[in-house]
């Protein structure tokens, strides 16, 4: 039953990427006038993405829409890795606005309580993926060359089979580009839903008495939340494994961080999948590229993880202790991508 919920599933995300590059390609004149107008330069793609991810509230979609618009000829290298790094950002922000509401509605009485997790997510994300970004950015002419293609790879031979294709080509056809692009969106989101839900059919309860008391050691904790997060690719699965014993005190905080870092490295797994499915090897470098960048960096904390680890501690402490400061943050968090577009 699991496996052909599994197979249902892989076929579905499988359709949506190929139906997604192909409206992208039929749409490419409209949007090129549009993005001409948004992405002037390198950073209003990053504001973009990072906006997009608060819009549509998942980050893996923008880091594959970012895919589709850069193998259609939209976007150039270096936009396309701002791009999946503000899909990053904005995706590890969207947590603290859904506890932040929470706190606004009444609906939870600690702020404390409902951000805990979610701001440390996000201040771990940050701390990792911003020098990242700065790595990565710099590696970027090696990977480019004149014509947008990489010679650092050998030309990727995935192809998907013909009946998506044709399916795909129909279904544009039949209901036009514009709305076959956000059926597209809409599958992808559909397909990670459906994913998730067959996941929760997995025995947490079971894989919690198995690894939660090797979390005690920092890189096996960072090890099993990359392993985890990166074959379910599932950052909600991964996560979900560990926070109800985080939130009943029964792991400490600097033990569910390393856990949490490398959560972060294996959620970038399911956008290396889409520029495979894409067939754009410099799609895949682009991805790698910012992997490794934030493994170097994860691996650089993990060896000083107390001073960091304090760090952290310190800075959510002082932001949850004061309204002032929280609200200041929640307001950069919006203002910081908008000005990335309207001041680039």
């Not at 599933?9 to 039929?26: K, M, N, Q």
């Not at 948004?38 to 895919?67: C, K, T």
């Not at 495979?276 to 992997?291: E, F, K, P, Q, Y």
């Amino acid at each position: 039953m699991i496996a052909s919920q599994v197979v249902v599933t892989v076929v579905l995300f499988l359709f949506a990427i190929r139906l997604l590059g192909a409206a992208t390609d039929a749409l490419t004149p409209s949007l090129r006038k549009v993005l001409d107008r948004v992405i002037v330069d390198d950073r209003s793609a990053l504001g973009l993405s990072w906006i997009a991810s608060y819009v549509l509230a998942n980050g893996s979609i923008v880091a594959a829409l970012s895919l589709s618009l850069f193998n259609s000829g939209l976007v150039l290298p270096s936009q396309l890795f701002l791009m999946i790094v503000g899909s990053r950002l904005g995706g590890a922000a969207v947590v603290v606005f859904i506890g932040a509401f929470d706190y606004l509605n009444e609906e939870i009485e600690s702020l404390r309580e409902s951000t805990s997790l979610g701001l440390l997510t996000f201040l771990l994300t940050h701390s990792i993926y911003l020098p990242a970004m700065a790595l990565g950015y710099v590696a970027m002419p090696a990977i480019r060359t004149g014509e947008g293609h990489s010679r650092m790879l050998p030309d990727l031979e995935v192809s998907l089979p013909d009946v998506i294709s044709v399916i795909a080509d129909i279904i544009i056809d039949s209901v036009g580009a514009g709305i076959a692009f956000l059926l597209a969106i809409g599958c992808i989101l559909v397909s990670l839903q459906l994913f998730d839900h067959i996941l929760d059919g997995i025995d947490k309860q079971r894989l919690r008495r198995r690894y939660v008391s090797r979390l005690q050691d920092k890189w096996v904790s960072f090890g099993l939340g990359l392993i985890v997060t990166g074959v379910t690719t599932s950052v909600a699965f991964s996560l979900g494994m560990i926070v109800p014993l985080y939130n009943r005190g029964h792991i400490k905080r600097n033990e569910i961080m390393p856990f949490v870092l490398g959560a972060n490295i294996g959620t970038l797994i399911d956008t290396l999948i889409v520029a495979i499915a894409l067939n754009t090897a410099v799609g895949v470098l682009t991805v790698l590229a910012l992997v490794t960048g934030g493994s170097v960096i994860s691996v650089v904390v993990l060896v000083f993880y107390a001073p960091y680890s304090k760090l952290i501690d310190r800075v959510q402490n002082r932001i949850v202790d004061n309204r002032g400061y929280f609200i200041s943050v929640l307001l950069s968090l919006l203002l910081v991508p908008l000005l990335l577009i309207v001041f680039p």
